[in-house]
């Protein structure tokens, strides 16, 4: 009888464990954090946000204005680089995509589902908030890489934490208080 | 049903209307025609399921969750190489520019994302759409994608480059230099002026050349009258806002005739119940049009019937005594109501025809100079040139060509091997030309029989302009790069004049000599730069036309009329009524699947045309919907299915024009027949009636796509109206039955906004336009006629039509459904994963990622408005319309989500515009004006009948608007399920 209950127990007990890592591997899916793939130029935030302390909006200058930050144009590149460092070997390839005609092919490092919209301008250039708290510390990073997980929690977490001052008023408030648990702030 | 009074009940259809048993067992059930997944569509038969194919798929189901464990796929991101300054990614910019979908030219505004237009919405500032755009100007974005358009110039059929091109048309041109045969220009209606001189700059280089224009659906009839009594072939421009009375003699104004959005935006102007008069409008007419169904008088006669009776209307009005008019059916009686009418509105009244007879067309401008209307609601000084079509220089054409007279023959903007009532005669004709060029951008059937095709691009690739009505200008640039090796019809003519100019430069240079003169402006520069910007223009130019009485010149119309209905009335057999489909117009747009799939407002017809017969006639037929008849007209048999129309007139049969395209492309061949070739024309203009036609049953039957029919009323008060006079003594007048019911629940608390819709069914004609905007605006697929058939159709918001009362004239009435986003929302409450829920501003969302797909939310829907997406329609090769195409895709709104296989989907209330402009005034640090807001339907509407906005904001339109407002109410509002889209009462002008 005894031995009856502890090989059920056990039983149970083998079979919860699957499950939470069932749960555990399946919230995985799509997660995609540390993904830090090889760029086709080997661009280097550290050197250029961090050592020279260029802006982030003077190549992303979409964050303020659209949904997409924007990767700078090839043009943009070339605005400092037609009289720094010409010879570099990366510089010829923007030089070189620019005479062909051929835009670089970039690889996507944050990657949000279709069914999320999220909004740069709204983040950046409504809610004031700083690049690093999503993308993390870009001016150390040598090789661009996808700091958070991106996903629904994390999101959320934000939303119920951070403060927002209401419209006309000093009132403050949490996003979540106006609205920003609404599945259709983000799912359209 | 049977406690209340059965005749004012709305009925939705005849199965509806008598309770038919199988009628009774269909609406039982989830599924029409009983298709559940795993049954064979065809055969209904159950697909066998093998142990293979059970293990297939089990294996595969464990692969993909093997797939979907490893790294995602490298996305590309590649940013342009020289961004312009004036374009950031992801912001959406606006062009004006004009519309060609037909020869109404309204204002545009085109909306383009990363280069490229995605929407296109009426332009507010134009004079002559005022903003709103019809079903298909919204959709003639999607023919800008379309892979099935001509991609490059052809030579006999191979490809050239465009030099090799020129190079052959201009040889043979020389050769025609010193030819004494005809040289010919064969258009549409071209309301361009600077395209216009452009063709007569380079005809005018050869001594016999000469432009033709033709219109697959002609008002030469109008034209010809005027040319007649007035000496000026000219089109009036017709003012329904300043009329009190209208009548209409078969003119389906408000649907398809000239300039059916801007005839909405007066109509629906004159309608307005807060003013003194409400215009009234009397329709005489054969088939049910979107006008006859807008009527507030209505009578039914057959299409021989109309000529008599506008004689008839004369001699009422002249004498008061009617000599000529039909006896039958009090038709007698309704004119002589319109005549007294009218006479009491002189100068404030409108009497149009879309009759094609000159002589009916003489007696209706003879009636409208005695009602004094010349000068105010119908202009010559200020014509139209929306129509300019001849029939007859048509018919002296392929005369010419038979004879081996033509030598050349460039066509454009038509396609009369399609439409032309004597296509085998044309054909012929053509094959004794020895040039022929094409500027079309589609291989259509004429363009085919062309050697040469220099494809024009699509109007939002070049520049252009339009002169709709005189002094009414508008300008039209391209919003996105040739997406093709196309090239601009005016460049064509350019080049093969030797000029080497670039065509917006032919176009600026038209208007600094003939626009901005008469514009009262002092600088060009700043004329040309503002006319771009806001896409049209006005200018003060007049041209008097010299008044002259009709009285004197009509005596031989008057006995033309008749002498031909004394012969009309010995005759025996169906009459056969032609009419332009609200969607497919004259088929130009027959590729397009947006159009395809609109439901026809009345028949609710998708994807083919129908016979549509009265309900009188299908018995003594002895015919049920669907069943396929013979109809044989000039030697020539036409089967159809059968529709059975209430409101059509005993004896006629309506047949839809613009289907049966063969060669139209992938989406438009072989849909539905051809019935251009039933037109009369021998001798005079061409007439879009026949008599005598024999009809004989074939004993099979087709499947028809209806969308309406699906879901039975069960009796409920879901529409209502009531008469002015009524409404006049009680504001309340046919909407008291509304009840103030227990909540058992907790209300939703909305703090800030919360949005609302508010849609006046007064001023909704039902045209539709709004359910393509809201295709366009949210990717709504196409989903076909079978599967319309199986009534899987996505659209989001639908336009329900319902009948009242005597099914040979029955009063008609539209309402627009989409989701009524309920505040005790029913979906909510049975959703096991919560993937439809309320959002603390009032809307019901729905979250696609979360939903399984139990669709119980559709079940427990009482308006039916949710869509289950049944197939991958965006990659499904199955259906293939727009969205599985690469060129296609790029239609899609990239600010909305495809929706996957398995989940529901349903109207969001336009949240992404909600956003957006939440966004923009935050970013000003302004509070929202919620009026600023306009939902995608509001926006399209010619009727203004949709308001959107905050019902928390008391200043909001919306607010004022419902504010105390007694024709208020909400469909089912008895079950307590609070929409927050309200609707108004219908006010009908009648007693």
Same mark, same amino acid.
């Given at each position: 009888m005894t031995r009856k209950l502890i090989f059920s127990l056990l039983i149970l007990l083998v079979v919860g464990f699957l499950i939470s890592i069932f749960i555990e591997s399946a919230s995985q899916v799509g997660n995609n954090q540390g993904y830090a793939p090889t760029q086709p130029i080997a661009f280097s935030h550290k050197l250029?946000?961090?050592?020279?302390?260029?802006?982030?909006?003077?190549?992303?200058?979409?964050?303020?204005?659209?949904r997409h930050a924007g990767i700078p144009s090839a043009s943009i590149c070339m605005n400092c680089h037609t009289n720094i460092k010409q010879d570099s070997e990366e510089i010829q390839k923007i030089k070189q995509a620019l005479e062909e005609q051929k835009p670089i092919q970039w690889k996507k490092v944050h990657r949000l589902a279709d069914f999320v919209y999220f909004s740069h301008e709204q983040h950046v250039?409504?809610?004031?908030?700083?690049?690093?708290?999503?993308?993390?510390?870009v001016d150390k990073m040598a090789i661009m890489r996808?700091?958070?997980?991106?996903?629904m929690g994390w999101c959320i977490d934000c939303h119920r934490k951070a403060d927002i001052v209401v419209h006309g008023t000093t009132d403050v408030k949490k996003?979540?208080?106006?609205?920003?648990?609404?599945?259709a702030k983000c799912h359209y | 049903m049977s406690q209340r009074d059965k005749k004012n009940q709305y009925w939705r259809s005849f199965d509806e209307k008598e309770q038919s048993p199988a009628f009774l067992k269909e609406v039982e059930e989830e599924f029409a025609n009983g298709i559940p997944p795993?049954?064979?569509?065809?055969?209904?038969e159950p697909l066998p399921v093998s142990r293979r194919d059970f293990l297939k798929y089990m294996g595969f189901g464990l692969a993909s969750v093997a797939a979907a464990c490893s790294p995602i796929p490298t996305e590309k991101a590649i940013p342009y190489l020289v961004q312009p300054e004036e374009i950031v990614p992801g912001k959406a910019y606006w062009y004006a520019s004009t519309c060609?979908?037909?020869?109404?030219a309204c204002g545009i505004l085109v909306k383009t994302r990363e280069g490229r237009p995605i929407k296109i919405e009426g332009n507010?500032?134009?004079?002559?759409n005022q903003g709103g755009l019809c079903a298909t100007g919204q959709a003639s974005v999607l023919e800008l994608y379309d892979?099935?358009?001509?991609?490059g110039p052809l030579d006999q059929g191979k490809k050239v480059g465009w030099d090799n091109l020129d190079k052959a048309v201009l040889a043979k041109l020389n050769e025609l230099?010193?030819?004494?045969?005809q040289i010919v220009f064969l258009t549409g209606t071209i309301t361009s002026p600077t395209l216009k001189s452009t063709i007569d700059q380079f005809l005018s280089?050869?001594?016999n050349a000469k432009h033709v224009v033709y219109d697959a659906v002609s008002a030469s009839g109008i034209l010809d009258a005027h040319e007649f009594i007035f000496g000026k072939r000219i089109l009036p421009h017709y &003012?329904? @806002?300043?009329?009190?009375t209208i009548v209409s003699f078969g003119a389906d104004f408000l649907g398809t005739w000239i300039s059916p959005v801007e005839f909405a935006k007066q109509f629906s102007r004159g309608r307005?119940?807060?003013?003194k008069n409400m215009s009234q409008l009397y329709q005489f007419e054969s088939g049910l049009s979107l006008t006859g169904a807008n009527a507030d008088i209505r009578v039914p006669l057959l299409p021989s019937q109309i000529d008599s009776s506008v004689l008839g209307l004369l001699e009422c009005i002249e004498t008061?005594?009617?000599?000529?008019?039909?006896?039958?059916?009090g038709i007698r009686s309704q004119i002589k109501k319109t005549a007294e009418n009218l006479k009491k509105n002189k100068g404030r009244s409108l009497v149009v025809s879309n009759s094609n007879d000159i002589d009916v067309q003489n007696i209706v401008v003879r009636i409208n100079q005695i009602l004094g209307n010349y000068g105010h609601?119908? &202009?010559? @000084?200020?014509?139209?040139?929306?129509k300019k079509g001849h029939d007859k220089s048509l018919d002296r054409l392929v005369h010419d060509m038979k004879n081996g007279q033509v030598e050349a023959l460039f066509i454009y903007g038509n396609n009369p091997a399609y439409s032309y009532f004597d296509s085998k005669s044309f054909v012929e004709g053509l094959e004794k030309v020895s040039l022929k060029v094409s500027l079309d951008n589609r291989n259509h059937e004429t363009a085919q029989?062309?050697?040469y095709h220099a494809p024009d691009h699509h109007f939002l690739e070049s520049w252009g302009d339009s002169?709709?009505?005189?002094?009414v200008f508008h300008i039209s640039q391209p919003?996105?790069?040739?997406?093709?090796s196309t090239r601009s019809i005016g460049e064509s003519l350019n080049n093969w004049m030797g000029i080497k100019e670039d065509y917006q430069d032919t176009v600026k240079k038209y208007w600094e000599d003939q626009v901005f003169p008469y514009s009262?402006?002092?600088l060009f520069d700043s004329f040309w730069k503002k006319s771009v910007h806001d896409g049209c223009c006005k200018t003060n130019q007049f041209k008097p036309v010299k008044q002259r009485d009709a009285a004197q010149v009509i005596s031989e119309s008057v006995k033309q009329i008749l002498k031909k209905s004394k012969m009309l009335e010995s005759k025996q057999g169906w009459e056969i009524h032609l009419y332009e489909s609200v969607?497919?117009?004259?088929?130009?747009?027959?590729?397009?699947p947006w159009l395809q799939e609109?439901?026809?407002?009345?028949?609710?017809?998708?994807w083919d045309n129908a016979a549509n017969i009265s309900s009188k006639d299908a018995k003594k037929l002895n015919v049920k919907q669907g069943d396929v008849i013979a109809i044989k007209v000039k030697g020539r048999t036409y089967k159809l299915p059968v529709v059975i129309q209430?409101?059509?007139?005993?004896?006629s049969i309506s047949l839809a024009l613009?289907?049966?395209?063969?060669?139209?492309?992938k989406v438009g061949n072989?849909?539905?027949?051809?019935?251009?070739?039933?037109?009369?024309?021998?001798?005079a203009n061409w007439n879009y009636y026949v008599q005598n036609a024999l009809v004989s049953t074939t004993g099979t039957s087709e499947k028809l796509a209806l969308t309406?029919?699906?879901?039975?009323?069960?009796?409920?008060?879901i529409f209502k109206d009531a008469t002015l006079n009524q409404y006049k003594s009680d504001p309340a007048a046919g909407n008291k039955d509304q009840v103030d019911l227990v909540m058992l629940w907790e209300q939703h608390k909305t703090e800030g906004h919360s949005w609302g819709m508010a849609i006046d069914t007064n001023a909704?004609?039902?045209?539709?336009?709004c359910m393509v905007g809201c295709q366009s605006e949210n990717n709504v697929p196409v989903v076909g006629k079978e599967e319309v058939y199986h009534r899987?159709?996505?659209?989001?918001i639908r336009l329900d039509r319902y009948y009242k009362g005597d099914e040979e004239n029955p009063e008609v009435a539209f309402q627009p459904m989409?989701?009524?986003?309920?505040?005790?929302?029913?979906c909510e409450s049975v959703c096991p994963v919560l993937a439809t829920v309320h959002s603390a501003d009032g809307l019901n969302q729905q979250v696609y990622n979360r939903c399984?797909?139990?669709?119980y939310c559709a079940n427990n829907c009482?308006?039916?408005v949710r869509r289950f997406n049944w197939f991958d329609y965006a990659h499904?090769?199955?259906?293939?319309?727009?969205?599985?195409d690469n060129a296609g895709k790029?239609?899609?709104?990239?600010?909305?989500v495809v929706r996957s296989r398995g989940v529901m989907e349903k109207c969001s209330m336009c949240v992404q515009r909600i956003q957006e402009k939440k966004l923009e005034y935050r970013k000003q640090g302004k509070p929202l004006n919620s009026d600023d807001i306009k939902v995608a339907c509001q926006q399209s509407c010619p009727s203004d009948a949709i308001v959107f906005g905050?019902?928390?904001?008391?200043?909001?339109q919306i607010s004022k608007l419902l504010h105390?407002?007694?024709?208020r109410y909400q469909v089912l509002g008895e079950l307590n399920v609070k929409p927050a889209v309200n609707y108004l009462t219908k006010i009908r002008n009648k007693e």
């Open positions: 250029h946000a961090g050592e020279n302390e260029i802006q982030c909006l003077y190549c992303h200058s979409g964050s303020e204005r659209s250039g409504s809610g004031e908030i700083s690049c690093q708290t999503c993308h993390g510390p996808q700091e958070e997980d991106l996903s996003v979540s208080d106006t609205g920003g648990m609404d599945c | 795993g049954v064979d569509a065809e055969t209904h060609f979908g037909c020869s109404s507010a500032e134009s004079a002559i892979s099935g358009r001509l991609q230099q010193d030819s004494q045969k280089k050869y001594p &003012r329904f @806002d300043k009329a009190r307005k119940l807060d003013q008061g005594e009617i000599k000529s008019a039909p006896q039958d059916n609601a119908l &202009r010559i @000084d200020q014509g139209s040139n929306q029989l062309m050697d002169e709709p009505v005189e002094g919003t996105i790069r040739p997406v093709y009262g402006q002092l969607a497919l117009r004259d088929g130009q747009s027959a590729n397009n609109l439901p026809d407002p009345i028949t609710k017809l998708t209430p409101g059509q007139a005993s004896g613009g289907y049966g395209r063969t060669k139209a492309g072989g849909v539905g027949q051809n019935v251009y070739g039933m037109l009369n024309g021998s001798n309406q029919t699906h879901y039975s009323l069960e009796g409920r008060p909704c004609i039902g045209c539709s336009g899987r159709e996505m659209s989001w989409m989701c009524q986003h309920c505040a005790n929302a029913p399984v797909g139990t669709r009482p308006y039916k499904n090769k199955s259906f293939d319309y727009y969205m599985n790029l239609a899609l709104n990239p600010d909305v905050d019902l928390n904001d008391p200043k909001s105390k407002n007694k024709r």
